[in-house]
Every structure is written in structure tokens, then in C-alpha cells.
């Protein structure tokens, strides 16, 4: 059993999925490609990755890959917690330049879906966070883009102080909003 709850960016979309509780623990399906057809999230995931992350602060992204290779991704933390940020980089899109950011723990059992024509990146709120997600294309180095996360126009609430956050050279070195030209458009559903 899958619940899908809105956001304020209806093509971000957020699950919990039921768990099976026993006294070994729990159970729970993570991800079932008819329901998620059900609940009208038809990518097709090709490529499953995690990241292990040392330390509360680190920041990844904001990343996405350029088209033909752009990727929808599917979120969720095995251990710690991060506050996870889809960034809407549709031109012409009512919501552009507007992000959703959300919690997710371990514990909580709850998965993000960023639809492609999104920068993702995310903060780690406890050391030892293990993050997984699915993706609908491959990696492509070629395809790969991004914007700096804490680009004041994107107003985005990190828990980290810029001084204080541990991010990749590549991460600190992204360019920022203003002259920024996005790849995707804004297709109605
Ligand atoms: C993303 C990726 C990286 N790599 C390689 C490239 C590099 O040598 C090493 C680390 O890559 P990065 O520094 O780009 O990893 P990271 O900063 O964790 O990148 C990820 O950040 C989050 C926020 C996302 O949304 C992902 O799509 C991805 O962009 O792994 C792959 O082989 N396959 C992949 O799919």
C-alpha cells in the first residue's frame, strides 16, 4: 500500500509506503512499478545509486543532467536524515524557480519524487546519512549541469551556514541563477 501526499509543486510528489511490523521488524515495498503506475508515476527507473555521507552539513547539488539525458528520481534515506531540495527549472512553468524541500529519515518511511525539468541536491541533518534514489536515464558526464545551491535567488532555507557546509569542489564551483538558461520547458500535463 502506497499514500501519495501533494507538495506545493504538484508534479513533486511525496510517498509513504506501508510497513509490516513484526517482532523482527518491519517490512514494507519500496517501490512496485504498478502501483506507482496507480498513482500516476509511470518513469521507468533504470538505475539505482546511493551515497554514504560522514558528516551532518554535507551538501550535494543542485544537480540535474542535460536532455537526452535528463532523469526523474525516486528518494529515500536508509540511515540519518537530510532535507531534500527539487528546485523547478521549467521556463514557463508556474512554478519556476520555486522549490519543494523536504525531511526524510530513516524512520519515517517516506520517498520524494522529483520529475525531470528539476535540480536536485540535498543537506545531510545527521552524520552517518545513507541516502538512495532510482533514476529514469543513465549518468551521463556529458549531460551533467547544475546551479549553486545557495544562490540567494532561490531562497532555499538550508540547516547549514554556507562557512560550514561540506561540499565538492565541482558542487562550489556551479554557477548561479541569474544568468542561467534551463534546457527544459514547461509541458501541461
Ligand atoms: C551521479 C553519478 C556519479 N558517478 C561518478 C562521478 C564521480 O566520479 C563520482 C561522484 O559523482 P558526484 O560528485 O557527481 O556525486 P554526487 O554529488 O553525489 O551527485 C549526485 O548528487 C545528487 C544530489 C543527485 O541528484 C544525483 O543525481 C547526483 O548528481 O561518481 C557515476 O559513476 N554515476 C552517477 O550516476
Known amino acids: 500500500m502506497i499514500e501519495i ?4 509543486i ?4 511525496v510517498m509513504t509506503s506501508s510497513r509490516a511490523i513484526d ?9 512496485s512499478r504498478r502501483d506507482f503506475i496507480e498513482i500516476g508515476i509511470t518513469a521507468d527507473f ?22 537526452d539525458f535528463a532523469q526523474a528520481k525516486l528518494v529515500r534515506v536508509l540511515s540519518g536524515a537530510i532535507l531534500d531540495v527539487a528546485v ?3 521556463v514557463g512553468s508556474p512554478t519556476y524557480a520555486q522549490h519543494v524541500a523536504l525531511e526524510l529519515d ?8 522529483i520529475p525531470r525539468g528539476f535540480a536536485h541536491g540535498f543537506c545531510t541533518l545527521a552524520p552517518a546519512t545513507h541516502v538512495t534514489y532510482k533514476v529514469d536515464a543513465y549518468y551521463s558526464e556529458a549531460h551533467e549541469s547544475g546551479l549553486l545551491w545557495n544562490d540567494p535567488n ?10 560550514a557546509a561540506i561540499l565538492s569542489e565541482k558542487d562550489a564551483d556551479l554557477p548561479g541563477f541569474a544568468a542561467f538558461e ?3 520547458m514547461f509541458e501541461a500535463a
Open 88 to 90: 523547478d527549472i521549467r
Open 23 to 31: 517482532g523482527r521488524g518491519f517490512f514494507a515495498e519500496t517501490y
Open 10 to 13: 504538484p508534479e513533486v510528489k
Open 46 to 67: 533504470v538505475q539505482d545509486n546511493e551515497s554514504w555521507n560522514s558528516a551532518a552539513g554535507t551538501i550535494r547539488g543542485l544537480h540535474f543532467q542535460r536532455p
Open 182 to 184: 534551463s534546457p527544459f
Open 106 to 113: 530513516a524512520a519515517d518511511n517516506k520517498q520524494i519524487f
Open 5 to 8: 501526499h501533494s507538495t506545493s
Open 154 to 163: 532561490l531562497a532555499i532555507k538550508w540547516p547549514v551556514d554556507s562557512a
